[in-house]
């Protein structure tokens, strides 16, 4: 009997399909389609572990089953190759990133075929690649033509050890996203995609999406859209005035105090003489803090005061204007009036013995009474009081009204204000695609002409940022001097390169039509197969790729490129794998499990897969298990061993046994009906659960022997094809084996029979004296003398019944058999 050898079979098959194309997409518009996609990795390391690998599993498995259903599937790979992360890696390891992204992709793309993955290689893309970063530049151009792409100065993240500037996006607790070290402030002059245009539709639009509502908050809350009011407070002496928005413009009454953030450009002109020395050293200290921690509830209170005063249009009292860091220049308008409805506010007012009256009460007497007394900061609904025609309103009434009031005084407006920033799309790092602009004396920023795209990125001896808020592109003479495409006078090349996130915002395009070089993709091609219908990856790109490539999508849309305007239909964020130690995989732990080990160890690609997705819920953190390989590895060698059985018995006669035969087809009717819901509802571990108790049920019935060739053969037919998304090698060389022609995984996805889904057998208990004492099967139509027989026939109700006769035995059908003694 042949024995089951993975590294016999696992590259033979590998180089069949590659060589035959059997995983080719093809736009077929007879056939529905399917485009399942796997975030494409960054090949900035040497290789993957198994934590990656449970990203392109689920994909994977998703493909091939609708692939079998007759489906016309697109399922592509590529390289997200630009950006900092494969440029520390080259500078690491001394080599070019170049170099390094032709290394590592080689090895990440060894790894995937190992793996089985029904990739069709024929699109592979790399945005490193000037075939593809020549469109990226194209679509810069398009964003800069419709003015949504700016440049201009201002305060920015710069990440000292990675030396280049960050979007907001990518500091997470006033530390760099990749290196994990603190950031600074630093002013540069920056170009900017205008992704607050499109804040609302952002927002709006995740209502029609088939994503986890937790993504979806992340993306709100990182919006950030409020509705309220923008207020006018004149400065007494001055001409300027003080703009705020508020949310709670019913408090307005009881402002007792401005707070501008210390960058806000009105502070220069506000600070009187004597003031002047202690804010210009407070402005000093604050541009050492990130955001994250000026904006830390529970940290004390720190301001200086201005010297001015300003003017409250509500009543026309004068508050005193301050500076404190804990306003921030970047959202609404870098100022906030304070009170006593708030917290924060309230705490600063105290600190600096600021008099404070509340002007909105709560309904609960004696709460009002403590907040009268001042004894905590009152922030809910209430009921008005000391606030002019307004008194007595309670204060979701009194904000519209006080809104139209100050609006008909030219003193306030309603206004809709949002968080989100314009995305930073410029890096002063070497390896990234180049901003396509030509900086003219005479015309200022000029856009690189189409039939002059892409430009190349020069190759340079060293890659080392500069620190110096320029990339080493700047150094570069020959390739910055260039001419103006408007006036044809000298000028000089744009030297930032674009933020990696710029290439993978449009990539799940590119797969459409992978091999254009007359256009980004044709629409015909990208209107067959877009939007994606299963976009899989982890959830830490929530507000930087999901943000992004929408945007690129609506703007596209817009521009009437594409005919739909959200890019990612249903998306499937994976738990992630941990270490056996429970940690998060890292070379630094020295606890990473590479697949290839595993797969060298004699367990085999199809073990891994099964481990992969057997482990827990797909979408559930899980810790890998050593020992669980050997029992996915067992349950593949029990269905090998199974099939050798039944091939070296078939050599024999055909027989015939109709008992069995109905056993067996009850069994894979049963399989092929849970396993098709469980993929189709992405249950994965349930649907492997499933798959080996049919297995052990096919071995109890061996034991009998292959009584039915017919049915068996029938049976084994099937298992494989509903195993054959999981276990793709062993279920191809086993079909092989069966007789079978052509490949297991463009055969017909089985369809259950609803007749073997019937039960026709019961589960009955049978009670002695009242007491659970067996449960026995019986069939629907059993007789009750039959059920009565074989219940008193049950070892431990024999042994009741020893020198007893039953004076009286009850038959409840579909229930029990209660027997009195």
């Known amino acids: 009997m042949k ?42 390391g040497s290789a993957m572990h198994v934590g990656h690998v ?13 692939r079998m259903r007759g489906y016309s599937v697109l399922h592509p790979m590529g390289w997200d190759a630009f950006g900092l992360p494969a440029e520390n890696y080259a500078i690491k390891n001394n080599i070019s990133p170049k170099q390094a992204i032709l290394e590592n992709t080689t090895k990440f793309k060894q790894q995937l075929i190992q793996m089985g993955f029904s990739y069709d290689w024929g699109r592979e893309i790399n945005s490193s690649d000037p075939k593809y970063y020549k469109w990226t530049q194209w679509f810069f151009k398009l964003l800069f033509e419709r003015g949504l ?45 205008k992704i607050t245009d499109y804040a609302d539709r952002l927002a709006e639009d995740l209502d029609k999406l088939d994503w986890s509502e937790g993504i979806k908050a992340m993306q709100r809350n990182w919006i950030g859209k409020s509705v309220g009011t923008e207020v006018d407070f004149t400065v007494e002496g001055s001409k300027n005035k003080i703009t705020v928005f508020t949310t709670r413009v019913d408090t307005i009454f009881s402002a007792a105090f401005m707070v501008l953030a210390p960058e806000n450009p009105l502070v220069s002109e506000l600070t009187t003489p004597d003031n002047q020395k202690a804010v210009l050293n407070y402005i000093k200290e604050s541009e050492s803090k990130s955001d994250i921690a000026r904006m830390e509830e529970d940290r004390e209170k720190t301001g200086v005061f201005t010297g001015s005063y300003a003017i409250n249009p509500a009543n026309g009292q004068k508050i005193p204007v301050w500076i404190a860091d804990f306003v921030l220049a970047g959202y609404g308008t870098g100022a906030v009036f304070g009170d006593i409805h708030d917290e924060r506010d309230f705490e600063f007012a105290k600190k600096f013995n600021i008099p404070v009256k509340p002007t909105v009460l709560p309904e609960n007497p004696q709460e009002s009474k403590k907040v009268q007394a001042k004894e905590y900061a009152f922030t809910g609904e209430g009921i008005l009081v000391d606030s002019g025609e307004f008194t007595g309103m309670r204060s979701s009434e009194a904000r519209e009204k006080i809104t139209v009031w100050l609006a008909n005084k ?44 892409p430009v190349e990125l020069p190759e340079v001896e060293s890659y080392q940022p500069t620190g110096e808020g320029t990339s080493v592109l700047a150094g570069v003479t020959e390739w910055v001097n260039t001419r103006c495409p408007t006036c044809g006078k000298p000028a000089k090349r744009e030297t930032d390169t674009m933020d990696g996130f710029a290439c993978s915002s449009w990539y799940f395009l590119r797969f459409a039509d992978p091999h254009n070089d007359k256009e980004a993709f044709d629409k015909d091609k990208v209107k067959f197969w877009l939007p994606v219908d299963d976009y899989i990856g982890g959830a830490e790109h929530a507000v ?126 049963k399989a092929i009906h849970k396993v098709s819901k469980d993929l189709n509802n992405l249950g994965f571990n349930t649907a492997i659960a ?31 094809q509903i195993m054959a998304p999981f276990a793709p090698h062993i279920t191809e060389e086993l079909w092989l084996q069966l007789g079978h022609e052509g490949s297991i995984h463009i055969s017909k996805w089985p369809v259950h029979d609803e007749k073997y889904l019937i039960n026709d057998q019961l589960t009955l208990a049978v009670q002695v004296n009242g007491k659970v004492r067996a449960e026995i099967t019986v069939s629907k139509d059993g007789s009750k003398e039959d059920i009565q027989k074989l219940a008193l026939a049950q070892k431990n109700v024999k042994k009741y019944l020893v020198n007893k006769k039953p004076t009286k035995v009850i038959y409840v059908p579909g229930r029990l058999i209660s027997i009195v003694v």
């Open 3 to 44: 024995r089951y050898s993975p590294k016999d079979i696992e590259a033979k098959w590998q180089k069949k399909w590659q060589a035959s194309g059997i995983y080719k997409a093809v736009e077929d518009s007879n056939k529905p389609k399917r485009y399942v996609l796997e975030y494409f990795p960054y090949p900035s």
């Open 54 to 66: 449970r990203n392109y599993t689920i994909g994977d498995v998703i493909a091939r089953f609708y």
């Open 149 to 193: 792409a700016y440049q201009k100065e201002s305060l920015q993240w710069w990440c000292d050890t990675d030396k280049t500037v960050l979007a907001n996006e990518q500091v997470e607790n006033g530390k760099c996203w990749r290196c994990g070290n603190e950031v600074t402030k630093k002013a540069l002059k920056q170009w900017f995609f």
């Open 410 to 453: 030219g003193t306030g407006r309603e206004k809709v204000n949002y968080k989100i920033r314009d995305w930073l799309i410029s890096r002063q790092r070497y390896w990234g695609a180049p901003i396509p602009i030509i900086h003219c004396s005479e015309h200022g920023a000029v856009a690189v002409p189409d039939d002059q795209l």
């Open 544 to 669: 930087m790729h999901l943000l992004y490539a929408r945007m690129w999508t609506m703007v596209m849309h817009d521009a009437g490129l594409l005919d739909f305007d959200e890019p990612f239909s249903a998306l499937r964020n994976q738990g992630m794998i941990l270490a056996p130690d429970g940690r998060k995989m890292s070379k630094s732990w020295d606890n990473v499990i590479a697949p290839d080990d595993i797969i060298s160890q004699g367990y085999g690609a199809d073990s891994v897969r099964i481990m992969e997705l057997f482990i827990g819920p797909w979408n559930q953190s899980a810790v890998w298990s050593i020992e669980g390989m050997g029992g996915t590895f067992r349950f593949l060698q029990r269905v090998w061993t199974l099939s050798q059985e039944f091939l070296e018995n078939n050599k024999a006669k055909e027989l015939n046994d109709a008992v069995q035969a109905k056993e067996l087809y009850t069994l894979i009717h």
């Open 690 to 720: 499933y798959l080996m108790e049919t297995v052990n049920g096919l071995y109890k019935l061996k034991i009998d022997g292959f009584k039915d060739t017919k049915a068996w053969n029938f049976t084994l037919n099937r298992l494989l």
